[in-house]
C-alpha cells in the first residue's frame, strides 16, 4: 500500500525539495500552501509520485485547515506522514522597535499554523487503521541560537520544540512518531539574501555559505521512512561553514 504524505509550504524551497525527495521514495503525495499555481509546479516536478494531489490551504485559518484534512480523509483515507513545513519571517528588527503586527504574522504562520496542523494530523493518524504516522516539524537552527533582530522567529521556533516534544510524548500510545529537523542555510528565497550580507551578532553584515536545498529534502526523506518503531527526534543539517557552532 502506498503511503500517504503531507507537505504543507509545498510550493517552493525546503516543501518543495521534500516533496520531490519523497515522491523519489514512492511516497503518495498531498501538497498545501496558500498558492495553487505554484503548488501545481511543484507536482509537476513530483511526477515520480504515485499520486499527487494539490489542495491549496491557509494554514492560520482553522476552517480552512479542517477542510484540507476532510479532503485527505475522503480521497486518500489516511494519513502516514506530515512534514509540517509552512512558515515565515519579517524583516530583522531591533526587538524595541518590532510592532505587534509583525509579531503576530510570524506567530499565526509559525506556531498557531503549526499547532492547527499537527492537530489535525494526529487526530486522524490517531482514529485510522492501521493506527499511527509520524510528524515531522520544520525547526530551525534558531530553536538553538537567534541572529540578531530575530524574536518573533526565534520565539516561534523555540516553541516548535516544545510542541514537538509534546506531540512525542502524548503520541506515544497511538504510534504517532514525532521529530524536528533544524536548517540551517539551505538555498532558498528565504536565504537567497544571505549572499548580500546578513546581520551578525557582532554588529557586521557578512555573507554566509549555503547548501543544496536538495541535501534537506533528503534528509526529509530518511528520517520519514525509518519505521514508526524508530525517530529521529532532532536533526540539524546545515552548510558546513555557516556561523552558527560558535555563532556570535
Request: proline share 6%; net charge positive.
Amino acid at each position: 500500500m502506498t503511503k500517504i504524505a503531507l507537505v504543507t509550504g509545498a510550493g517552493s524551497g525546503v516543501g518543495r525539495a521534500a516533496c520531490l525527495a519523497l515522491a523519489a521514495d514512492g511516497w503518495s503525495l498531498v501538497l498545501a500552501g496558500r498558492r495553487r499555481a505554484a503548488l501545481e509546479e511543484t507536482a509537476a516536478l513530483a511526477s515520480a509520485s504515485p499520486m499527487c494531489l494539490a489542495l491549496p490551504a491557509d494554514v492560520t485559518d482553522p476552517a480552512q485547515v479542517d477542510a484540507l484534512f476532510a479532503a485527505i480523509r475522503e480521497k486518500c483515507g489516511r494519513l502516514d506522514l506530515l512534514f509540517n513545513n509552512a512558515g515565515g519571517n519579517v524583516p530583522a528588527t531591533n526587538f524595541g522597535d518590532l510592532t505587534w503586527e509583525q509579531w503576530s504574522q510570524v506567530v499565526n504562520v509559525n506556531l498557531n499554523g503549526a499547532f492547527l496542523v499537527a492537530r489535525a494530523a494526529f487526530r486522524l493518524m490517531r482514529e485510522q487503521s492501521p493506527q499511527g504516522g509520524r510528524i515531522i516539524n520544520n525547526g530551525s537552527i534558531s530553536a538553538h541560537a537567534p541572529r540578531p533582530g530575530s524574536a518573533p522567529y526565534t520565539a516561534t521556533k523555540h516553541a516548535i520544540t516544545g510542541l514537538t516534544r509534546s506531540i512525542s510524548l502524548d503520541g506515544r500510545a497511538h504510534d504517532i512518531a514525532c521529530g524536528q529537523i533544524d536548517i540551517g542555510n539551505a538555498a532558498s528565497p528565504m536565504t537567497a539574501r544571505m549572499s548580500g550580507g546578513v546581520p551578525q551578532a557582532d554588529g557586521s553584515l557578512r555573507p554566509e555559505p549555503t547548501m543544496d536545498v536538495g541535501v534537506v529534502g533528503r534528509t526529509i526523506a530518511y528520517m520519514a521512512g525509518l519505521p514508526l518503531e524508530a525517530n529521529a527526534q532532532f536533526l540539524t543539517v546545515m552548510a558546513t561553514r555557516m556561523p552558527f557552532i560558535g555563532r556570535g
